[in-house]
T-cell receptor
Framework: AQSVTQLGSHVSVSEGALVLLRCNYSSSVPPYLFWYVQYPNQGLQLLLKYTTGATLVKGINGFEAEFKKSETSFHLTKPSAHMSDAAEYFCAVRGNDYKLSFGAGTTVTVRA | NAGVMQNPRHLVRRRGQEARLRCSPMKGHSHVYWYRQLPEEGLKFMVYLQKENIIDESGMPKERFSAEFPKEGPSILRIQQVVRGDSAAYFC???????????????FGPGTRLTVL
């Protein structure tokens, strides 16, 4: 079985500052890991995913995440926050089947 | 290529009524998944369907909930005799045909927010 814990339900950053969203997972098999973003009144959009290979994954909008097996983590970062990054972010894990298990989400607000 | 479409976006029902949620997958996608997001929680898997087949409904409540994906038309999630605890956001996702046993990325729709009064 798989599960995800996102540390911090709300994160507030200044424009131009580092964005760091934490995700820890539990999986009984090698995991597939995902970050999705949800803008107000929109569906979930895939930011990036890790399947196999390189542990540092680059996604859209300048985001990247690093898979650390020893820490069972998949934290999401962006070097410089932009106002348009204000949204809710979900980390998800999947095993060998199709069922995604999501964290509770982290809401990001960006201060001017 | 249009994304996953869901309607209605917002649905209000009184206790005891029926709710019907619709999902049209992305063009070329034949796999549909439904997830539910309760307040302050992450999305939870409900059911996985292919055309005219329910593949896995292990996440569906045993009573009042049903899902279908007919040969023609959208996938439907039906909730009979709704109760206040059914108030949630219901998301549909789709993926293309599975290749060599590898499950492809799921693409999500905007969700339907169901409110039960």
């Amino acid at each position: 079985a798989q599960s995800v814990t996102q540390l911090g339900s709300h994160v507030s950053v200044s424009e131009g500052a580092l964005v760091l969203l934490r995700c820890n997972y539990s999986s009984s098999v090698p995991p597939y890991l995902f970050w999705y973003v949800q803008y107000p009144n929109q569906g979930l959009q895939l930011l990036l995913k890790y399947t196999t290979g390189a542990t540092l994954v680059k996604g859209i909008n300048g985001f990247e995440a690093e898979f650390k097996k020893s820490e069972t983590s998949f934290h999401l970062t962006k070097p410089s926050a932009h106002m348009s990054d204000a949204a809710e972010y979900f980390c998800a894990v999947r095993g060998n089947d199709y069922k995604l298990s999501f964290g509770a989400g982290t809401t990001v607000t960006v201060r001017a | 290529n249009a994304g996953v479409m869901q309607n209605p976006r917002h649905l209000v029902r009184r206790r005891g009524q029926e709710a019907r949620l619709r999902c049209s997958p992305m063009k070329g996608h034949s796999h549909v998944y439904w997830y539910r997001q309760l307040p302050e929680e992450g999305l939870k898997f409900m059911v996985y369907l292919q055309k005219e087949n329910i593949i896995d409904e292990s996440g569906m409540p045993k009573e009042r909930f049903s899902a279908e994906f007919p040969k023609e038309g959208p996938s439907i999630l039906r909730i009979q005799q709704v109760v206040r605890g059914d108030s949630a956001a219901y998301f549909c996702a789709s993926s293309p045909i599975r290749l060599a046993g590898v499950t492809d990325t799921q693409y999500f729709g905007p969700g339907t927010r169901l409110t039960v009064l």
